[in-house]
T-cell receptor, first 113, second 109 residues
Framework: NAGVTQTPKFQVLKTGQSMTLQCAQD?????MSWYRQDPGMGLRLIHY???????DQGEVPNGYNVSRSTTEDFPLRLLSAAPSQTSVYFC????????????FGQGTRLTVV | EDKVVQSPLSLVVHEGDTVTLNCSYE??????LLWYKQEKKAPTFLFML??SGIEKKSGRLSSILDKKELSSILNITATQTGDSAIYLC?????????WGAGTKLIIKP
């Protein structure tokens, strides 16, 4: 049972570089989200999707793009990495809506130097 | 502005103790409150409380929602070292989750 799979687990970027964090789920969930988690703070919503072809901004969307071409995949793109984007990133999916039980990937620890 | 505040931020107890973790919220449109456990990696779901289901229990863990006081508690009885984790509270407001900063719980043998 794969659930939600995130890659990579760790990444170091130089300021200004771009990259894509991959997220895939095999539970046929319509709802998917990207969060970042910083020390001493709760999870903050970056972008979310309520179905293939539909995405929207969350609380902290600046510097990130998403797309949802299939139900299974929801990649997060960092356009031009900044040290402020150093964080742990989680992808999540849920069946009944964004505010219901969510299943999380194992996280990506990103460091921007 | 919607927000979720958890207390205490950290807690150290001995195995066998009972602990109570708190979550208070301010919200414009409350729909539900969720509790998660986060060990080294991904948060895992514990409970969801709504207006129609204000108390949940699973083994040694239980949670109660107090809509009048705008708060929830998570109780863990007979704690074990495996309960050591960060416990996160999140509130569904307008179909998005607002998260607290978490309570770091350490259980000493």
């Amino acid at each position: 049972n794969a659930g939600v799979t995130q890659t990579p687990k760790f990444q170091v970027l130089k300021t200004g570089q771009s990259m894509t964090l991959q997220c895939a789920q095999d539970m046929n969930h319509e709802y998917m989200s990207w969060y970042r988690q910083d020390p001493g703070m709760g999870l903050r919503l970056i972008h979310y999707s309520v179905g293939a072809g539909i995405t929207d901004q969350g609380e902290v969307p600046n510097g990130y793009n998403v797309s949802r071409s299939t139900t299974e995949d929801f990649p997060l793109r960092l356009l031009s990495a900044a040290p402020s984007q150093t964080s742990v990133y989680f992808c999540a999916s849920s069946f009944g809506g964004l505010g219901t039980e969510a299943f999380f990937g194992q996280g990506t620890r990103l460091t921007v130097v | 502005e919607d927000k979720v505040v958890q207390s205490p931020l950290s807690l150290v107890v001995h195995e066998g103790d009972t602990v109570t973790l708190n979550c208070s919220y301010e919200v414009t449109n409350f729909r539900s409150l969720l509790w998660y456990k986060q060990e080294k990696k991904a948060p895992t779901f514990l409970f969801m409380l709504t207006s129609s289901g204000i108390e949940k229990k699973s083994g040694r863990l239980s949670s109660i929602l107090d809509k009048k006081e705008l708060s929830s508690i998570l109780n863990i009885t007979a704690t074990q070292t495996g309960d050591s984790a960060i416990y996160l509270c999140a509130m569904d407001s307008n179909y998005q989750l607002i998260w607290g900063a978490g309570t770091k719980l350490i259980i000493k043998p």
